[in-house]
């Protein structure tokens, strides 16, 4: 993919500030939220069963937390902030001016790796105007090939753990920084290593579709959540990513013999 700077129009900005927002959310959302001004960070808020509600990246600037989201997520997302707010002097608005870009090389100073995997960038939030959006399918293919689940594009909010959306390996859970809501369902699944499913990723020749199951050697051993073309996404058990890995012609998806050759996501797994 050239370097060119892709708007992406499916996401949202939410601006947090106050004197109390720090604090505010860092008591319920993964994150540390150690952040100095123009930097960024990958997060998720979590429901108190620690089911994944939504996952977005958060810069700081100007002394205020810039949250950038997936549209279809946005209402949803200030409802659960309003609830946890209580009596924490903060101010929770959608910033309808603001837009989210991407880069594969930095080129404007706001703009910050994406903290998801370097291999996916320059990322910022601002005003730019009369940018394309042509690129959007390569950087969409990108990030499935490198194993990233995005709540609102790709999966449904409250249906999984952040782990098997892998969100430890994003950069998106800090075990170390103390409370978060569902942090004791999520740190008693990553320190007993109960993790039974990942997402990884895969390229085939086939039309997939959402849902669809993946039955190896007569077990259903994992369910499609998503693909562009040849690249998609599966959640799958991890005690058989290496057979699927080595014996990819003994998948089977409705009923058919089906082509899909899994892989270790680049950079973090």
Same mark, same amino acid.
């Given at each position: 993919?050239?370097?060119?700077? *892709?708007?992406? +129009?499916?996401?949202?900005?939410?601006? *947090?500030?106050?004197?109390?927002?720090?604090?505010?959310?860092?008591?319920?959302?993964?994150?540390?939220?150690?952040?100095?001004?123009?930097?960024?960070?990958?997060?998720?808020?979590?429901?108190?069963?620690?089911?994944?509600?939504?996952?977005?990246?958060?810069?700081?600037?100007?002394?205020?937390?810039? /949250?950038?989201?997936?549209?279809?997520?946005?209402?949803? @997302?200030?409802?659960?902030?309003?609830?946890?707010?209580?009596?924490?002097?903060?101010?929770?608005?959608?910033?309808?001016?603001?837009?989210?870009?991407?880069?594969?090389?930095?080129?404007?100073?706001?703009?910050?790796?994406?903290?998801?995997?370097?291999?996916?960038?320059?990322?910022?939030?601002?005003? *730019?105007?009369? /940018?394309?959006?042509?690129?959007?399918?390569?950087?969409?293919?990108?990030?499935?090939?490198?194993?990233?689940?995005?709540?609102? +594009?790709?999966?449904?909010?409250?249906?999984?753990?952040?782990?098997?959306?892998?969100?430890?390996?994003?950069?998106?859970?800090?075990?170390?920084?103390?409370?978060?809501?569902?942090?004791?369902?999520?740190?008693?699944?990553?320190?007993?290593?109960?993790?039974?499913?990942?997402?990884?990723?895969?390229?085939?020749?086939?039309?997939?579709?959402?849902?669809?199951?993946?039955?190896?050697?007569?077990?259903?051993?994992?369910?499609?959540?998503?693909?562009?073309?040849? /690249?998609?996404?599966?959640?799958?058990? !991890?005690?058989?990513?290496?057979?699927? /890995?080595?014996?990819?012609?003994? !998948? *089977? !998806?409705?009923?058919?013999?089906?082509?899909?050759? @899994?892989?270790?996501?680049?950079?973090?797994?």
């Amino acid at each position: 993919m050239e370097n060119k700077i *892709i708007h992406l +129009k499916d996401r949202s900005v939410i601006s *947090i500030q106050g004197e109390d927002s720090e604090e505010f959310l860092k008591s319920i959302v993964t994150c540390n939220l150690d952040l100095q001004d123009q930097n960024s960070l990958s997060g998720a808020l979590l429901s108190p069963q620690g089911k994944l509600i939504n996952n977005f990246i958060v810069f700081k600037k100007d002394h205020k937390f810039l /949250i950038d989201v997936h549209k279809s997520s946005t209402e949803e @997302f200030q409802k659960k902030l309003s609830i946890y707010r209580l009596k924490s002097k903060v101010q929770i608005e959608e910033e309808n001016e603001l837009s989210v870009f991407v880069s594969l090389e930095k080129p404007y100073k706001d703009f910050q790796p994406d903290p998801r995997s370097k291999e996916l960038g320059w990322r910022g939030v601002g005003k *730019i105007k009369n /940018i394309s959006s042509e690129e959007m399918k390569k950087y969409e293919k990108k990030r499935l090939s490198l194993g990233i689940v995005e709540e609102g +594009k790709d999966i449904k909010s409250g249906e999984y753990f952040p782990i098997e959306m892998n969100l430890d390996y994003c950069n998106s859970i800090d075990f170390y920084k103390g409370c978060f809501v569902g942090q004791e369902v999520t740190s008693r699944m990553q320190r007993r290593g109960k993790v039974k499913k990942r997402v990884f990723p895969f390229r085939t020749e086939n039309t997939l579709t959402s849902q669809d199951d993946i039955i190896f050697i007569e077990k259903k051993v994992g369910t499609v959540i998503k693909t562009i073309d040849d /690249i998609g996404i599966a959640l799958v058990r !991890i005690e058989v990513i290496e057979d699927l /890995i080595s014996q990819s012609e003994k !998948i *089977i !998806i409705g009923n058919n013999p089906c082509k899909m050759e @899994f892989f270790y996501p680049q950079g973090y797994l």
